[in-house]
């Protein structure tokens, strides 16, 4: 049976895309070298997770996006609801049922006469869906993240705004290399005060005495961190949300990380010194089996039609 | 006649692009929308200026974006003698004898089966050559710039080298958003010092009480304005490279910016405040005219051989 679009379920495996309005395969799914969604990183973004055939908190993160696009002024065509169902068709033509769903806004190129400024620009959506990808491997998850502390600052949040998803990683990228320099896994950032602020790609939490700590600044509003803070309630687990000095940090009890692409992901070292026995925590381990279960039973899911 | 390449001098006068060892038209040319060159702003990138049918200080361009590279750990297959063939090669195919010339190298994907990390990525080249453009239009040049110093602060050096030439422009598209909403032409973006730094895609230059000044941090060392250092020696004009406060920008007698994409651009306010008698000042005048009697003449130029 087909759909909507006219093109059979499934019918591109490594992945479905989306580009101004035009289905395609992902290997063919492009953007114009001369786009300054690229040229100026001029483009906003959000990753929604697909598990046993369901979105994980869709309108959360369709509700983050739109923010994003305003508080950049982007304005692409699509209503939330014309991204709601773009964001399903690529993962039905996917046919995949354990995905990564990502949505970008570019700004585009300025229109043909008008002067070169980002509000000449025709702003455009690029969205798709490829086989679910793990940030942290389940490899090291099992045996825990062995993390660092990069010298690279954190961009400031004056310069950019980390609560609107964007693609400027330098400075994570940087801090990449010097984890793959010293042996370690991933890397966490800290802002010029010396606060904790995220890694590439993810939120990061301590559990100092029974207590669960995230920063409160500098750091991406996290819909997996946002579901973990939900979890610490519905568990009776204490749980603060303030600035976080990196030496607290470093004398954890535990540390994970969250995100979209992996969910709870436990770390077992920083900056070499060894957490607890060298494996995930206790405390952590329960937030991660809990969420996982939970998602098994279809907490915040939206299901998505296959036909 | 045909070249190496087997295709036709100027056959694309839209523009022509090269990208990871094919040429194609500038309107096909895509780089993946999974590609981190893109998603991670993962890429540096140089322009060359061509005019009168000769690249502007071409080794300089090639040298800094080898040097630029190098700091990013990005290995494309390319030698610098064959990225001068690519970007000749461009030149060529569009048949324009002014043209505006980039050529960027991209992180890439990680390659199958390895680890999500930079170190496990192929990159790439990417170039094109199109129609000549101005950063800021002939006809505000001839009125001079209406500058603006913009709030947001320029993303600071600790986290992202501005020597560098990259794509991290969301702090200079805010200040361009701030100058259209105050109707001023293009914004300067000051450190978190308060010390001036640069504008979207230029160098900037204040002439105070004969002396020409330019910031010696937080910016891209631009050719075009190494180019100006040499002019104002040539021209026994008194010349410093030094921190430059706000202040001093908003006071000084002259204001000019200088980049590949328009050469040396004289501003006629600033804050609202207007410079001389609200026209290019004298000295950014004879700098400019100097400058492009020079490469008239053939300074710095590489012939292109467009047979």
Redesign the interface.
């Known amino acids: 049976m087909t759909a909507p679009s006219g093109l059979t379920v499934g019918i591109w495996p490594t992945g479905a ?1 989306y ?1 101004n309005g035009r289905y395609v395969s ?1 290997d063919e ?6 786009d300054w ?6 483009a906003t ?1 959000d990753v929604v997770g697909v598990w046993n055939g369901a979105f994980f908190r869709l309108d959360d993160h369709v509700r983050r996006f739109r923010n994003s696009m305003c508080e ?2 982007l304005a692409p065509p699509e209503s939330d609801e014309e991204i709601r169902q773009v964001l399903a068709e690529c993962v039905r033509l996917s046919g995949l049922r354990e995905a990564y769903v990502a949505v ?1 806004c570019l ?1 585009g190129k300025p229109k043909l006469g008008l ?5 000449n620009c025709s702003n455009y959506l ?1 969205a ?1 869906a ?1 086989p679910w ?1 793990w ?1 942290v ?1 389940q490899e090291v998850q099992r045996r825990g993240a062995h993390l660092m502390i990069a010298k ?5 949040e ?3 705004d980390p609560t609107v998803k ?8 940087r801090g ?2 010097e984890a ?1 320099d010293c042996g370690a896994d991933n890397c966490i950032l800290l802002d ?1 005060d010396g606060l904790v602020t995220e890694g590439p790609g993810f939120n990061v939490f301590a559990i100092v005495g029974g207590t669960v700590v995230t920063p409160d600044r500098g750091a991406l509003e996290g819909i997996t961190r946002m579901s973990v803070l939900e979890l610490c309630n519905e568990l009776e687990i204490p749980c603060e949300v303030r600035p976080m000095r990196a030496a607290e940090l470093r004398e954890a009890d535990e540390i994970f990380l969250a995100t979209t692409a992996g969910g709870i992901m436990p770390a077992s070292r920083i900056d070499g010194r060894i957490l607890g026995n060298d494996s995930p925590g206790p405390l952590s381990t329960l937030l991660r089996e809990t969420f996982w279960t939970k998602r098994a039973e279809g907490w915040h899911a939206t299901q998505i039609d296959y036909r």
Do not use: E, K
């Open positions: 895309a580009i992902v799914a492009a953007i114009p070298v001369t969604g690229y040229r100026r990183s001029d973004y950049l002024r970008d700004r002067a070169r400024h980002p509000v690029a798709f490829i990808v940030v491997s690279t600052p954190r961009i400031s004056a310069s950019i964007n693609f400027h990683w330098g400075d994570l990228t990449l290399f793959h010029t």
